[in-house]
Every structure is written in C-alpha cells, then in structure tokens.
C-alpha cells in the first residue's frame, strides 16, 4: 500500500488563509447549485459543476506559481477561481453561452460550462508573457482528452531547463521551473491516454504533477469495475521511484482532510519543480453532492448508504467541522460567512444573466420593429404580425429566434420589392456578419503571422545544380532548419538515433544532440500530446507519425484537442505544431497510407498539405515556420529514393497554401490529384496525348486550405472537362475535391462533361504489387478513364476500348 511521509509542520495554514478559503469554497458550491438550478430552470442547456472538490482544488492552487499550467478537468471550478482566474461572473457567462468575451474570456460561449483557458494571446493573436500568468490551456470535454497535451506542457520546462540556446525566451520560462498541473476524474484514469501518458512522463522525468479526483463513481460505474484494485495509486504502485530506479512519486490524501492536502500539495509540488519528477496525487473519498451533471439523478445507482455516507464526508461539510474544533471562528463567523458567499453568488447569477439578456435584446427588439414597420399598409400584414408574436412570445428567446423570424419573413415576402423587403434583408446581412464571427470565427489564425499570408518565393536552382535523392534533400533543409532556429525540437519513433526510418534525420541526432532529435516510444498519441504542449509554449516542435495510417492511433487528441484549440478559445490559445508523416502507395492493409477524407472530416483547423516531392514538402516546411497555425504534412513514401535537384535557396523558399500548381498545360480535359498521385496522373497524360487527347495536370499541393483563388475553375473553363483523382477510398478526398470546385467554385457552367473522380477500391490494399495495382488507381485507369470521358464526347474519334 502506497502512503504518505509523515508531513512536516509549514507555515501555510493560518486563520485568514484557513476563512479565505472557506469562503471561496462556500461560494464555489453555491454557484455549482445555482447553476444547476438554471439548467432546470430552462436558463441553459446542460451543466456539470465541481461541488465536492472544493478542498482538494484549493490545495492545488496554493501551491501553482505564475507561469504554470493548468490542463484540467471540467470540473477545475474552485481551482481556477483560486487562482483569481475565474470570477463568478464568468462562470455563469459560461453557462449561458455569453458569447462576449468580456463576459466570457474563456471560450466565448462556445464551450459548456467548466472549460477554462487563460488568453495567452493579445488581440493581434500574438503571445503575451506566459510566465507573467496563471495559465490555464483550454479546457476539453472528451475524458483523458487534457492528458496528452499535460506530458508536452511540462516536457519543455525539462527542454527549457536543459537547452542552453532556449534561455532567451524569457517570456515563456525561468529555467524550466514552471510545473504542470494535470486533474482528472478517477474514472478516466480507466482510459489509454491516461496510462500511456503517466509511462511515458515516468521515462522522460518531466515536472507534471497529476491529480485525480476520487469520488468513486463514472457516472453509474464504481470504481471496481474501473480500476484494478479498486484503486489508481495502488495500480500505479509499480511505477513508484524507488532508489535509483526512475519513476514517478505517488501521494495519497482524503479530500476532506484540509491540512493534509495542503502539506501534500506542497511537498509534491516542490519535489516536481525542484527535482523535475512527475507526481500522482491520489485524492480519496471525495463526493459529488449533485451527481454527474444535469442530465440525471445519482440516486438512481447510489444506494441509501452511499448516499448517506457522502452527506457525512461532504468536504465542506468537514471542513466547517474542522474550523469549529481548532478554534479558527465561531459557528456565527461561518455563518456570517456562508451567508455572505450565498450573497457573491446570487449577485453573480443575476450580473451574468442580465448582461447576457442585455447583449441579445437589441437585435431581438430592432427586429420586432422592423416586423411591425414592413407590416403597416402592407397586404401580407396579418401573416407579417403573426410571425412578429410568435417571436414576441418566445419565452427567453436566444439569437436564432429573430434571426429565423426575419429569414420567415423575408420568404413570405420573396415577390416584394418594397423598402420593407430591403429593410429586413438589411438586418438579416448585418446578423450574420455578426454571427458569423460570434460562431464561426478564428478556426486559423488571423494574426499577423498567419501562414496564409507567407508570400510565395519560387524555388531557384542552379544550371548545373546538385542532384539528390529525396531523403538526403530533407537532411540537408533539416540540418539547416535546426542550425537557424533553436526553438525547432523533432521527435518521434525511431526519429534519433537512425534518423527516422527514411533517412529524413540521418546524422542529425549526432549533431544537434538528443535533446533537440529525440526517439520516442511506441505511443503516437503522447507524441502528438508532447507536440502540442511544446508548440503552446512557445517551441516549434516537428512531431512524426512514421506512416500515415497509424495516425488513427492520435486522431482523438488531434482532432477534439489540436484542431479546436484556436477556435474553441476564440483567438485566445494556439500551438503552432508541426505533424510530419508518410504515406501513398506503400503496399499492405496497414501502410496504405491515404486515408483523407477521414483528415479533412476531422482536422478543420489544421492545414493539411499534401506536397508530390520532398522538394513541395521543404517549401511548405518553409511556409509553416514563418506561420502559427497546425498543420499535418503527408510527404510521399516512394519518393524518398526518387531524384531531385537541390534548390540554391532551399532555407528561404516558401510553397505558399491554398494554391495549385499547373504541372502540365492541356486543352481536353482537367485531371487534379495530389501527392504520389502527381507522378501517375503525368505518365497517363504522356500516353494519352500520343492517343490524341490533350490534358492538363494539376497538382493541388494542399486540401485544407483548398485553391484559395479558384485557379482550377479556370482550367476547367477551358478544358470543359473534369477528374478528380486520388488514392483515398471513394467518396473521400476526390469528393471533396470535387464539391469545393464543381460546387463552391461553380465549375458545372463550364461542364460539357459528368465530373468524375478516379479513387481507390472501397478497401485497403492488399500486400504486394498486385495488391496496390488491383486496390489503387494506376496509370492504366488513368489513360482509360480520361478516354473514356472524351469517347463520350466524341464517339467517332474516340471509339469505345
């Protein structure tokens, strides 16, 4: 059984400290009942609260320091209120989707209630001194989702404090002794992201300090069905340091016992910052007075006995007992103070859903009086003012009331062509515009760094240029990269000391040392977490999934973490990571490597580039560090061995995103693709064109962002013609492509021709060549369907095959 040392005597508790905290931890349950109360109430629409982990979290945040980090749980309520990092205010803005930032400067309205982030970020989109603050990294609601990110967070203060060359980035560390606060609930413990990150910070020895709130219960599920054991600490037993054994430090404290949990929370906080240990602080015997969340009653799975056994070890509860029996006040001070926080909350409540109500009545009330204006004298008057009392009516009525009221207005009067009319559609435009950045903005960066703005520079070479192999022109753009930029870290499996297993990083590693090219586990989805959490510090790191389809392996964490971060925050967080990868035409089910449509379905958010040469892949490179944004670049695995000349400027050019490039000039018929596609689709249009077709080739370089300038819309004016191809499954990428040209750029004008796309077989491929040849488009499909299309046309000069 794990336990802790005796605890030595500190000078933390004392009696302003001791009521401080009582009061915070009065208000923080009263604002958790409130806010449940609004959500019956039909004030918001789902709640989950921190009542029972008051203590625990306050003595938590005794012991955070300016410029840690917080990467928490949605439950972090009184931890982040400890902090002065949360008014009461604000949480009620939360819960009520305020989405005015400075009512809400969390998330804008866009998360649920209990998701906190500190904006790193200033207006520009720039950073601001992370060291300077509490930082919280933005809350996400997935269980272990925070987990990932936690290991990178605290695996730069380890960079920080051991990379000499990053000393000058004072505005994000002091010497790598910012620690990283991670909480979770004991149930999500049950979850791989968990297990996998606590292994892998075990290795590393990087200050994270993990808290898990034990109140028995996922939801209905008790712990024994969660945990072996019964117990997170006693599982984790086995990775307890121990003499010269690396591992991490385990704490076990109840969640009631004030003193204990700040004596425990300063010792693991110490041991973590000083000595760079990861720590588990095993807080037991917690409660959750109301349940789950708003969605149900915890009296349907908790027995009498359960139920009432958490009255008694209410942490509040014994916390006030504890006050009274040292002395500390008397029952009238906690009274007088227990009402006091029940007054803070109230007036809280009532700030918040007033601001809240004010900020949505203006639009609500113009679009009354524009109803009743377009309505007088008008001949559809009765339906007009049918439509305005309906919204009238509308009890607590949110945006999308006046908004679909006008939009029912301005279908009753489509045949008007009065001022009326004008009037509506006015404020219907002006809405959205409003809406738009309300609900939709800031998916990119819109910062001055921004890599959409990184302005195109060609490459140049030299007439007698030197030639090379892929992989070796990738060695030489890294070697320079990381000789410019201190800030650029690689890591990933098998990354250093072979220098991944196509050569990328071949001798680097000996070079720029271990701590800056790093092999990592088996473990894609804390090699994405290290990632983010260094990209969200101010490093530039290089992540690598060594073939595409283990990608799968990370989505969750990129897709609910990595992609929504700027957006979920509004402009407020970024991290800038880089994720490197392989993919097309290696053979077998496993490396097949061109799952797309599953990336552009779930990575909005990050670029994902798509270059046919390791040439296109340098630039984007190029592109990206000049940028801030996240991106994931799939470079082309049979083109390592493939030979390119090397650009004289191979550090300065930039491939710029969003544009396609014409690799071939045609008049028959348009054919775009991307990746190891561009090689295929080519060697097809030379036989087509000793056939008599003429076809233009077009290389879409990246899918998100996808022809920014509607170049391909051109070509196809041109050609009439159209095929979209690629090795995803179909219905994937080539679709995509397909409905952002033909649809959004308008192509079917220029149509004389059904679009077609050319993709692979709706399963993997098989291994071998005749796997790939029967499972993949090959240069056979190409020549027959860019001739089928123009038989079509032209049967007579083009007979059937």
């Known amino acids: 059984m794990i336990a802790n040392e005796q605890l030595r005597s500190t000078d933390i508790i004392s009696r302003e400290k001791i009521l401080s905290d009582y009061l915070l931890a009065c208000e923080s349950r009263q604002v958790s009942l409130l806010g449940r109360r609004d959500v019956m109430g039909g004030r918001a629409k789902f709640g989950i609260f921190g009542d029972g982990k008051e203590l625990a979290q306050l003595a938590a945040a005794s012991a955070f320091n300016r410029g840690d980090f917080r990467s928490g749980y949605y439950r972090d309520q009184t931890f982040v ?118 292994n892998a910070a075990g290795v590393l020895q990087v200050p994270l300090l993990m808290s898990v709130w034990d109140d028995g219960y996922g939801i209905s599920v008790p712990v024994e069905y969660q945990t072996v054991k019964g117990s997170i600490s006693k599982a984790l037993a ?241 070697d320079s990269l990381f000789s410019r930029d201190p800030r650029v870290v690689a890591l990933g499996e098998d990354v250093g000391h072979i220098g991944d297993v196509n050569q990328g990083f071949a001798g680097l590693q000996e070079k720029f040392g271990e701590i800056r090219i790093t092999d990592t586990g088996i473990r894609e989805t804390t090699i994405i977490g290290q990632g983010i959490g260094m990209a969200m510090r101010g490093l530039r790191p290089i992540v690598e999934i060594q073939y595409f389809d283990y990608v799968y392996y990370t989505l969750a964490t990129l897709t609910d973490d990595l992609a929504t971060l700027h957006y979920r925050t509004k402009g407020g967080q970024k991290a800038p990571l880089i994720v490197r990868t392989r993919g097309h035409r290696l053979e077998g089910i496993w490396h097949s490597g061109s799952p797309m449509g599953t990336m552009l379905s779930s990575l909005r958010g990050l670029h994902v580039l798509v270059p046919r040469n390791m040439t296109q892949a340098a630039g984007f490179y190029n592109t990206l560090m000049k940028g801030d944004d996240p991106a994931l670049l799939i470079e082309s695995l049979n083109g390592y061995r493939l030979k390119e000349q090397l650009p004289t400027n191979l550090n300065e050019f930039c491939v710029p995103l969003g544009v396609p490039e014409v690799l071939q000039t045609g008049s028959d018929v348009t054919v775009v693709t991307y990746g190891s596609m561009c090689r295929i689709v080519l060697e097809g249009a030379g036989q087509l064109a000793a056939m008599g077709i003429s076809v233009e080739v077009i290389d879409v370089q990246t899918l998100l962002p996808f022809d920014v300038n509607h170049q391909i819309v051109e070509s196809i004016r041109k050609t009439n013609r159209v095929l979209f191809a690629d090795e995803d499954v179909p219905g994937g990428a080539s679709a995509y492509m397909m409905q952002q040209v033909v649809e959004s750029q308008h192509a079917y004008r220029y149509l004389d021709s059904a679009p077609m796309t050319l993709s692979a077989k709706a399963h993997r491929p098989p291994y071998g060549s005749d796997g790939d040849y029967f499972s993949k488009p090959n240069v056979d499909d190409v020549i027959e369907t860019v001739y089928a299309i123009m038989s079509e046309a032209e049967p007579g000069r083009f007979p059937k095959i």
């Open 238 to 478: 086995g990775f307890q340091r121990d003499g010269d054994d690396k591992g991490i430090e385990i704490f076990t404290v109840k969640g009631w016992d004030y003193p204990a949990l700040l004596e425990t929370y300063q010792q693991a906080a110490h041991i973590c910052r000083t000595e760079h240990v990861p720590v588990l602080v095993h807080v037991q015997e917690l409660t959750q007075p109301q349940g789950h969340s708003t969605s149900g009653s915890h009296e349907r799975y908790k027995s009498k006995q359960r139920l009432t056994w958490e009255a008694e070890h209410d942490c509040n509860v014994l916390f006030r007992r504890w006050i009274l029996e040292n002395g500390y006040a008397t029952s009238e001070e906690l009274e007088a103070i227990e009402a006091e926080a029940k007054q803070t909350a109230k007036k809280a409540r009532i700030e918040a859903w007033d601001a809240y109500q004010a900020s949505l009545k203006g639009d609500f009330m113009e679009a009354l009086d524009l109803l009743q204006q377009t309505a007088r004298h008008h001949p559809k008057a009765a339906e007009l003012m049918a439509i305005r009392e309906e919204l009238r009516k509308t009890f607590s009525p949110v945006r999308r009331d006046a908004v679909s009221a006008i939009r029912k207005a301005l279908r009753l009067l489509r045949t008007d062509t009065g001022t009326g009319r004008q009037r509506l559609k006015a404020w219907l435009d002006r809405t959205n515009t409003e809406n738009a950045d309300r609900f939709s903005s800031h998916l990119y960066s819109q910062s001055p760094d921004s890599p959409m703005l990184v302005q195109a520079i060609p490459a140049q070479y030299d007439e007698e240029g030197t030639v090379l192999d892929g992989y070796q022109l990738l060695q030489h753009y890294f």
């Open 81 to 198: 209120a400890a902090l002065g990092e949360l008014r009461w205010t604000e949480f009620f803005a939360q819960l009520y989707a305020h989405t005015d930032l400075e009512a809400e400067p969390n998330t804008a309205g866009r998360s649920m209630n209990g998701h906190f982030a500190t904006r790193w970020l200033d207006e520009q989109g720039l950073w601001r001194n992370q060291t300077e603050l509490y930082n919280s990294v933005c809350d996400i609601a997935p269980t272990a989702g925070q987990v990932p990110r936690s290991l990178g967070l605290a695996y730069a203060s380890k960079l920080f404090r051991n990379n000499p060359e990053l000393s000058d980035l004072t505005t994000f560390s002091h010497n790598g002794n910012e620690i990283v606060f991670s909480t979770i609930g004991d149930a999500s413990t049950s979850q791989g992201m968990f297990w996998e990150a606590m």
